[in-house]
């Protein structure tokens, strides 16, 4: 373990915590690789009583190794994985980045993993890391591109599908590889799809946030339409009504056309 005066704090772990939305953002960007790789995510591993749970974990390593692989994360398609770690170096393991949170992490998730840390007997990252890459994410403001990286994203962007995962039958396909592998008694694998399964589930419930999203939104416009409408229609009935008629309402608000009064004498 480290001196408690070179050991992280929390806000300092905090700033190099990459959301969701910042992940997607930067997925094709040629300083990904080497920026996320020691940078935290969190992690949702499953639900509890009181919500989802998630784990605070070091970025090791991406995998792209498999142009195959493919997987939907908000609007975008990639092939690329996040090799995770929490404590040890033994508990790595590879990640959509569907299932990283989009929020900030939590003191008692910060505490957790470094009560793992001193558990596993493992190397926590230096103060100094962290405020190293703390300040490479900063530098990503005024990242220069050049012509050759400009054509390698360019490739990159090409190379994605266009064509989105089905969720529900990937999920059947998973199930019937579960079933196989529960006859074979294959723990490591049970365990493993069973964490693809997390990832398609909180793909779909994200994907399913944007759709609920998008349905508001319309019904907004077209309940506003509706108000303008019955409005105006309003207006109009009680323009034409007149005194005593049912319906008239002498404190309501009438268009009237402007008039100018002037002297032209000047008195």
């Not at 953002?25 to 009181?50: A, D, H, Q, T, Y």
């Not at 692989?69 to 508990?91: A, M, Q």
């Not at 990252?125 to 360019?154: C, G, H, W």
């Not at 907004?220 to 207006?235: A, I, T, W």
Request: hydrophobic share 35%; charged share 35%; with cysteine.
């Amino acid at each position: 373990m480290l001196k408690e005066s070179n050991m992280p704090t929390f806000e300092e772990i905090k700033e190099i915590t990459i959301r969701r939305s910042r992940l997607v953002k930067w997925l094709n960007e040629p300083f990904f690789k080497e920026l996320i790789v020691g940078c935290f995510v969190r992690i949702g591993i499953g639900k509890s009583e009181s919500g989802a749970v998630y784990r605070l974990c070091m970025v090791q390593s991406i995998d792209g190794a498999d142009p195959n692989g493919h997987y939907k994360v908000e609007n975008r398609i990639t092939h690329k994985y996040l090799v995770c770690v929490w404590g040890s170096e033994s508990s790595a393991k590879r990640f959509q980045m569907a299932v990283v949170s989009d929020s900030s992490p939590l003191e008692k998730e910060f505490r957790q993993w470094v009560k793992e840390i001193e558990r596993s007997c493992s190397q926590m990252p230096s103060k100094a890391s962290v405020l190293d890459k703390r300040e490479a994410i900063r530098r990503t403001i005024n990242y220069v591109y050049f012509a050759p990286t400009v054509k390698q994203m360019l490739e990159e962007k090409k190379a994605a599908p266009t064509r989105p995962l089905n969720v529900a039958v990937e999920k059947d396909k998973l199930k019937r590889l579960m079933e196989v592998a529960k006859r074979k008694n294959d723990e490591a694998e049970v365990e493993r799809i069973c964490a693809k399964l997390l990832e398609l589930d909180t793909a779909r419930e994200a994907r399913d946030n944007d759709s609920r999203a998008k349905r508001l939104v319309e019904m907004n416009r077209k309940n506003k339409f509706d108000n303008f409408k019955n409005l105006s229609e309003h207006r109009n009935l009680q323009v034409n009504l007149k005194l005593g008629e049912v319906g008239y309402d002498p404190f309501s608000r009438r268009w009237t056309r402007s008039r100018n009064y002037y002297n032209a004498e000047g008195k």
